[in-house]
């Protein structure tokens, strides 16, 4: 067979997964996939689709340039147990506007390059759950994605008022919002929705019209989340933007509640969800665990914390009694969770003695007070803060982290901070199981 010069190609295998149908047939790290039943592979999305049947004919390149097929009969949607160098097998699309709210147009200069790239990918919208707006896709696109039915799919919306989101996303193509998703209504894909929510701009009527046409899309979008927009004080040269503060979350919350309680009645859903920064801010009590309806939209701060604190007193229930502890822990929290945390590590010290919990609230001066989330807090602000106060060992939420690695936003390392401040630092994870299995585990 003529051998081809694919030297440019991103399809470069970089793990075969033990057990698997490519270990069996001896495919290797190295290899590099050309096409699967004699179609070429265009990304990740073409990749999964192809080897969806329950026949398979690949065709690999060897690193010595030998060409392989490989006919595999399989069982339906079976994987391979490929994994690929790049992900996506192709180049991430990045994002085409320049929303009057973007969070990374407000980042100080001089941090890692890969910080600055807006991702506005439908295929990790798919993959990985990141939001998109779908301003950078063509018709023949969004027919791939509903050719393909990916789905879930979540897409920020903001507004579905064209010449508002025109404004707002300061993209031409960003009036097309509601046909499209129109278009995956009719498809019967799943779709949930994002408001980034700036006072002024989208909320008031607009948010009524917004939040109305949504609804008229229900069950295919399943659900809504509204977040209030984030300003850090970087904001040179950019649009002048109010922030919610605690009288304007408090009227946010009232409203959303009279919208759940129609949405409730007609669609037997709450369908909308503020996130709890809302709450936080208006100093109100979250609801119940069973008005979140499940979580869908955990990832985006909707129920984060109703979430953990019911995971934290499921896990207490289960203990009856723990001795020999004799620990002081400091718990680093941003200064928005800090009462909720507070809170909850005194219910944790009430029932397991021998545990002594220090919440500290770490104050964003990288980014600016404004900014108030465990996710965005530098590895120097946590060892400025933190240097002075005594504890055996400090716990940071892994949201702290870059994703899959030990590492802050500003590129300090979680070994360097624990060698700055001379102890040793835990990564807990979300959950509130996970938490408390910490404190009792060392």
Request: aromatic share 10%; proline share 3%.
């Given at each position: 067979?003529?051998?081809?010069?694919?030297?440019?190609?991103?399809?470069?295998?970089?793990?075969?997964?033990?057990?698997?149908?490519?270990?069996?047939?001896?495919?290797?790290?190295?290899?590099?996939?050309?096409?699967?039943?004699?179609?070429?592979?265009?990304?990740?999305?073409?990749?999964?689709?192809?080897?969806?049947?329950?026949?398979?004919?690949?065709?690999?390149?060897?690193?010595?340039?030998?060409?392989?097929?490989?006919?595999?009969?399989?069982?339906?949607?079976?994987?391979?147990?490929?994994?690929?160098?790049?992900?996506?097998?192709?180049?991430?699309?990045?994002?085409?506007?320049?929303?009057?709210?973007?969070?990374?147009d407000q980042l100080p200069p001089n941090m890692r390059e890969t910080l600055y790239f807006k991702d506005d990918d439908s295929r990790l919208s798919f993959l990985q759950g990141n939001f998109i707006t779908l301003t950078n896709m063509n018709d023949d696109e969004i027919d791939r994605i509903i050719r393909y039915r990916l789905s879930p799919i979540n897409i920020s919306v903001h507004t579905t008022n064209p010449e508002l989101r025109i404004k707002m996303l300061r993209n031409k193509?960003?009036?097309?919002?509601?046909?499209?998703?129109?278009?995956?209504?009719?498809?019967?894909?799943?779709?949930?929705?994002?408001?980034?929510?700036?006072?002024?701009?989208?909320?008031?009527?607009?948010?009524?019209?917004?939040?109305?046409?949504?609804?008229?899309?229900?069950?295919?979008?399943?659900?809504?989340?509204?977040?209030?927009?984030?300003?850090?004080?970087?904001?040179?040269?950019?649009?002048?933007?109010?922030?919610?503060?605690?009288?304007?979350?408090?009227?946010?919350?009232?409203?959303?509640?009279?919208?759940?309680?129609?949405?409730?009645?007609?669609?037997?859903?709450?369908?909308?969800?503020?996130?709890?920064?809302?709450?936080?801010?208006?100093?109100?009590?979250?609801?119940?665990?069973?008005?979140?309806?499940?979580?869908?939209?955990?990832?985006?701060?909707?129920?984060?914390?109703?979430?953990?604190?019911?995971?934290?007193?499921?896990?207490?229930?289960?203990?009856?009694?723990?001795?020999?502890?004799?620990?002081?822990?400091?718990?680093?929290?941003?200064?928005?969770?800090?009462?909720?945390?507070?809170?909850?590590?005194?219910?944790?010290?009430?029932?397991?003695?021998?545990?002594?919990?220090?919440?500290?609230?770490?104050?964003?001066?990288?980014?600016?007070?404004?900014?108030?989330?465990?996710g965005l807090v530098t590895g120097i602000d946590l060892i400025t803060q933190l240097k002075d106060i005594k504890s055996d060992t400090i716990i940071i939420p892994r949201s702290m982290m870059k994703s899959g690695e030990e590492i802050f936003l500003d590129?300090?390392?979680?070994?360097?901070?624990?060698?700055?401040?001379?102890?040793?630092?835990?990564?807990?994870?979300?959950?509130?199981?996970?938490?408390?299995?910490?404190?009792?585990?060392?």
């Open positions: 067979m003529e051998l081809k010069n694919i030297k440019e190609t991103k399809n470069i295998i970089e793990n075969i997964v033990p057990g698997s149908i490519a270990e069996e047939l001896e495919i290797e790290k190295g290899d590099i996939l050309l096409s699967i039943n004699e179609t070429k592979v265009k990304d990740i999305i073409d990749y999964r689709y192809l080897i969806s049947d329950d026949y398979v004919l690949l065709e690999i390149e060897k690193p010595n340039g030998d060409i392989w097929e490989y006919e595999i009969e399989k069982e339906y949607d079976e994987d391979l147990g490929i994994v690929f160098t790049n992900p996506l097998i192709d180049r991430a699309k990045s994002c085409r506007n320049k929303c009057v709210f973007c969070f990374i193509n960003a009036g097309k919002i509601y046909e499209i998703l129109e278009r995956f209504h009719e498809a019967r894909l799943d779709v949930n929705c994002q408001i980034v929510l700036v006072p002024g701009i989208n909320d008031g009527e607009e948010l009524d019209r917004t939040l109305t046409d949504l609804a008229k899309l229900y069950p295919t979008i399943e659900s809504v989340a509204v977040v209030p927009v984030g300003m850090t004080r970087y904001r040179e040269n950019l649009e002048d933007l109010t922030p919610y503060d605690g009288k304007t979350s408090g009227e946010l919350l009232d409203y959303m509640k009279f919208k759940q309680q129609i949405f409730l009645r007609k669609l037997g859903t709450r369908f909308v969800f503020p996130s709890d920064e809302f709450f936080a801010l208006s100093q109100r009590d979250t609801p119940d665990y069973e008005e979140y309806e499940g979580f869908p939209q955990l990832e985006n701060g909707v129920g984060l914390m109703k979430s953990f604190e019911y995971e934290v007193e499921r896990k207490l229930l289960t203990i009856e009694r723990v001795i020999g502890l004799n620990r002081r822990y400091i718990i680093a929290t941003g200064t928005l969770a800090y009462d909720f945390m507070d809170r909850l590590c005194n219910r944790v010290m009430e029932k397991i003695h021998g545990l002594d919990l220090k919440v500290v609230p770490i104050i964003n001066n990288f980014f600016g007070h404004n900014i108030t989330v465990s590129d300090i390392t979680l070994e360097e901070a624990s060698r700055r401040l001379e102890r040793e630092i835990l990564v807990s994870d979300v959950g509130g199981r996970e938490f408390v299995d910490l404190l009792i585990s060392r």
